[in-house]
């Protein structure tokens, strides 16, 4: 009786084979659909607000315990509890949400969130409590500004949070998320009921919008491009500045700004983004009394992104940089707008 092939023996075909398969499938584990890994425990989570790589959520985790700072929009909602599936956690282990400020593409999502995670607390500053207990006026502003059909398609409806589950977080409060350590620091300047937060575990900070934007789009060998933003209607040169020392002083290794995801070079780009800031105000207050003021300021802002870019080692053609920051510009005008007549 002939012999028979044993399944089980490792031939070079069979080895191959395991290989391949283990390899495969260990990549799916670790594979993420939404979110990316920035540092031991934090995970960016792209809210899909607005356009890819635009509005990030981070995702803490620490000794099965969980937290995210900001949450995009309702819309978001779907992203972020896959990111917790795929890391094998359940929305109960969501401990915080965490608020740097409750604009809109940070915080539209929270109430709904928060009815997602029943075990969560509510972590925001003094000044933003209110508006998240109940959001009737933050939608109404929005609506003011965008009108109903455009917040209903952006945002959706705002649900109010139950007071008990908000916990106001002014400058040094700590929030103890299994072994790790979260430090606020109060940081007005793009709003006054903004919140910075110090993780001293990867010594980096969570920034929101204080440390302005930095796009990915952006990147050259030189490293990352970062830009103020002065959205309505609470922009402040000088708070900002001095928000933006304090977050320095702690010298970390990188921030994770909202928009989008880790940045490292800390000095380089406070650099970048005080020279700007600098810039911009000169430019804003060389105007304030022109006719047409709004097109000219603009225009200046789009001046300034487009020599510190080229500074930067990005040669965007100018009809571009307009096309793709078009939204930035038009807001970050308005902002500014606000600001020179409160000076006035």
Known sequence: ??????????????????????????????????????????????????????DASYLIVSDSQAAFVDVGTNYSAPRLLKTLDELSLTPDQVRYVILTHVHLDHAGGAGEMMRLCPKAQLIVHPRGARHMIDPSALRAGAVGVYGEEAVQKDYGQLLPIDSCRVTEAGEGFVINLGQRELICLDTPGHAKHHIAIWDPQSRGVFTGDTFGLSYREFDTEQGAYIMPTTTPIQFDPVALKESVERISALNPVCIYPTHFSRVNDVPRLKNIFLKQLDEMVEMAVSFKDSPNRYEKIKSGLADI????????????SRQDLEGFLAIDLDLNTQGIEVWLDKAQ
């Open 1 to 54: 009786m002939g012999s028979r092939a044993n399944p089980f023996e490792l031939n070079t075909t069979n080895f191959l084979f395991v290989v391949r398969f283990l390899c495969e499938n260990l990549c799916m584990t670790n594979q993420l659909t939404f979110a990316s890994s920035v540092a031991d425990g934090i995970y960016c989570v792209d809210t899909g607000f607005g356009r890819d790589n635009f």
């Open 305 to 316: 992104y487009e020599n510190h870019l080229k500074t930067n080692g990005c040669n965007i």
